[in-house]
């Protein structure tokens, strides 16, 4: 079903033109968790087999591509978190894209790693990289996929726990959500979003555990 919104006096149908990932510039940033975004990003170039290129307009890399017969652009600000609204402003404004045909992808810290969640709308609850979004765009009717990154649990340690890379079972977490909700792209141009909202939202069950032997139950387990 195609998603339709009631705004300013007008029935618009909602489908992305623009794809938005967030991070931090530079090799340091790389692998940290501030930078998942760019990690989607990163992906969806490669499985459209795209170069993402520098654009000095745009302040940011980016790539267009052409889907089923729309105009689709890929963005990674290259402003550093804090100024990602004056990238993302700069391209939306030239290509007159409205903020609800854009799909920002950032981290989020009250997700835990593996998920993910799709939501329009709403605050920036904190996010530098939406705030500086918000200001720009003049609103926070865009949309977000939230890339779970997990909380360290106390606020004070926010910051480092954003700019440290994650652990290895992390880090393949956040990628296994990366290449399941890739796969919620098409139906995210085609403005498909509950059809996107059902892709994005089913995590794999984990894998379950071997049963763990108590002491003196009985010797070596069998072998197949």
């Not at 790389?30 to 000095?56: S, Y």
């Not at 918000?134 to 480092?160: C, F």
């Not at 098409?186 to 509950?194: K, S």
């Amino acid at each position: 079903m195609r998603a339709f919104c009631f705004l300013g006096g007008e029935i618009i149908h909602l489908m992305i033109k623009l794809f938005v990932g967030l991070g931090n510039p530079g090799p340091e940033y790389e692998a940290t968790r501030h930078n998942a975004g760019f990690w989607w990003i990163d992906a969806l170039a490669r499985d459209w087999k795209l170069n993402l290129v520098p654009e000095r307009s745009y302040h940011g890399l980016a790539a267009r591509a052409n889907i089923d017969g729309q105009s689709v652009w890929l963005l990674e600000p290259q402003t550093f978190m804090n100024l990602s609204g004056k990238s993302v402003g700069a391209l939306a404004r030239f290509f007159k894209i409205a903020p609800e045909e854009i799909l920002v992808v950032h981290d989020e810290l009250d997700v835990v790693p593996g998920q993910a969640k799709l939501k329009f709308g709403g605050s920036h609850a904190g996010h530098n990289g939406l705030r500086d979004i918000h200001a720009q765009l003049g609103t926070g009717d865009y949309w977000r996929l939230r890339l779970g990154i997990g909380h360290p649990g106390v606020k004070s340690e926010v910051i480092n726990w954003v700019l440290k890379k994650p652990l290895k079972e992390q880090r393949e977490a956040i990628e296994d959500a990366i290449a399941r909700t890739l796969h919620a792209a098409p139906a995210l141009v085609a403005g498909e979003m509950e059809k996107a909202t059902l892709i994005i939202h089913t995590s794999k069950p984990p894998r379950p555990k071997p049963p763990r032997r108590e002491p003196g139950d009985g010797g070596a387990p069998a072998t197949a």
